[in-house]
């Protein structure tokens, strides 16, 4: 199971931290991944890391402001989020995936989802 937190209503120049943490013995991971969803959009890659360390990959539209990490100890993979702006305004889902197949930025290749937490960028 993967549980989402984090999300909130930020003004634009603000910063948030998106946590997900992995529970319940689910899967072990060998990628994680952070998505977003805007109203009307499509699901679209925010960033995705290797569980096993290295291996970070973040989305052009996102790059220089975003960044991924994980805790293995604690089982949780976080997005740090700087410099927000009113496009980035979605709801963010984390994903996991036991195996390296597939591309990083394609949903398909994350078997496990969580619930996301919404992200709101507004003055």
């Known amino acids: 199971q993967l549980q989402a937190s984090g999300g909130g209503l930020v003004h634009p120049g603000g910063s948030l931290r998106l946590s997900c943490v992995i529970s319940?013995?689910?899967?072990?991971?060998?990628?994680m991944g952070w998505f977003r969803q805007a109203p009307g959009k499509e699901r679209e890659f925010v960033a995705s890391?290797?569980?096993?360390?290295?291996?970070?990959y973040v989305a052009d539209s996102v790059k220089g402001r975003f960044s991924i990490s994980r805790d293995n100890a604690k089982n949780t993979v976080y997005v740090q989020m700087n410099s927000l702006k009113s496009e980035d305004t979605a709801v963010y889902h984390c994903?996991?995936?036991?195996?390296?197949?597939?591309?990083?930025?394609?949903?398909?290749?994350?078997?496990?989802w969580g619930r996301g937490t919404l992200v709101t960028v507004s003055s």
């Open positions: 994903a996991g995936t036991p195996q390296y197949s597939g591309a990083y930025y394609d949903p398909m290749s994350y078997a496990h």
């Open positions: 319940g013995g689910t899967f072990s991971p060998s990628r």
């Open positions: 890391i290797r569980w096993s360390g290295g291996g970070t």
